[in-house]
Every structure is written in structure tokens, then in C-alpha cells.
């Protein structure tokens, strides 16, 4: 059996070929001077990758050391009825360095003013840090308090809560009060220019 082969070849046509040639080779150069569109915007100094880097720099140090608060809150109504109470906090620092953090204790008055107490901790690494803040509730000026940590780095966590026992009482025995109880990944991010 004999086969029989179809070679199905075009003729050869020079202008064809020399057409297609044209064609890639000005595909070539659009496609070089977008690149290099690329390029001298990458390198341009105002809007470039060095402007791109230093926004990312920028952002990285903002979302490194946070300044994180509770917001305001109201002072559970248990704590006038029991006529004693206070505030603790508890900063850990699981890093391997000393962390240095400034708390604001702000307290709102019924007419919109407020007092602040300010503390400076110093907490060694792999340490944890309680302490209390006493709340006198005899002639209170106001029923909202607010928490604000400055220069939280990754790797420290905040606690914060009221309870029913009052300041002087240790950490041997503690109730929160669960609806002013704020737990590390409950505070909120704090914008403020405002100095206690």
C-alpha cells in the first residue's frame, strides 16, 4: 500500500514574510517604550518606588507603635451601688526588650470636660505590670472613663478592666466586671493631638 502525503507548504513570499517581520518588530517597540514609561515613573522622586518605600516606611512605623485606647465607657452602675471599686491594667510585654509606655486614665464629666491621670511604666522584657487606679466615686464629676495606651510595639498586650475591689486590695482576688472589661484585641486604635 502505497501512502500518499499532502505537504500542504505555502509558497514562499518574501513581502508576506517581510510584512510579518514589520509587524513584530513594531510590536517590539511598544512594547519596549512602555517598559521604559515604567521605568521613569518608578524612578521619578515624587510619585516613584523611592515615594512608594518611604509610604510603606511610613505605614510600618504607624502600625509598629500603636497608640490603642478602650474609647469612653461608662462605669457599671454595681460599682456606686457597692460604693467601691477601682481600675486595673495590666500591660505584658513578650518582647526581648524593655518597653517603656505612658497610660492616660480620662475621666468625662457630665458637662463634657475632662480629668486625666497620667503614668509612666517601665516594664522589663518577658515582664508583666499590674497596678490599680483607684476611683473615688464621692463627689465624681463624671460616669465615663477611658484608657489610652502611647507606643504599644508588637508583642506587648494590654488589659484593662474595672472591679468590684476596691485600690489597696492586691491582685489575690479579682472580680471584672464584664462590661468594662477590655481585653488586648477589644482597644481601638487612638488618633488624638490632645495632651492629658
Do not use: W
Request: glycine share 6%; with cysteine; net charge neutral.
Amino acid at each position: 500500500m502505497q501512502r500518499n502525503r499532502d505537504y500542504n507548504c505555502d509558497s514562499y513570499n518574501p513581502k508576506e514574510k517581510k510584512g510579518a517581520i514589520n509587524n513584530i518588530t513594531k510590536l517590539l517597540k511598544k512594547i519596549c517604550n512602555k517598559i521604559n514609561e515604567i521605568i521613569c515613573l518608578l524612578k521619578n522622586p515624587k510619585f516613584g518606588l523611592r515615594e512608594i518605600k518611604c509610604e510603606v516606611k511610613c505605614i510600618e512605623e504607624i502600625i509598629c507603635a500603636l497608640d490603642l485606647t478602650t474609647g469612653p465607657f461608662f462605669i457599671d452602675t454595681i460599682i456606686f451601688k457597692n460604693k467601691t471599686g477601682s481600675l486595673i491594667i495590666s500591660i505584658q510585654n513578650e518582647t526581648n526588650v524593655e518597653q517603656v509606655i505612658d497610660i492616660d486614665v480620662v475621666q468625662y464629666t457630665f458637662a463634657g470636660n475632662r480629668s486625666c491621670m497620667t503614668d509612666h511604666r517601665c516594664i522589663p522584657a518577658g515582664m508583666t505590670d499590674n497596678f490599680e487606679v483607684p476611683i473615688n466615686l464621692m463627689g465624681m464629676m463624671g460616669n465615663q472613663l477611658a484608657v489610652q495606651y502611647f507606643n504599644i510595639q508588637p508583642g506587648v498586650y494590654c488589659y484593662t478592666a474595672l472591679r468590684t475591689e476596691a485600690a489597696g486590695s492586691g491582685f489575690v482576688k479579682v472580680t471584672p466586671i464584664a462590661s468594662c472589661t477590655f481585653s488586648h484585641e477589644k482597644l481601638i486604635n487612638l488618633v488624638t493631638d490632645q495632651p492629658c
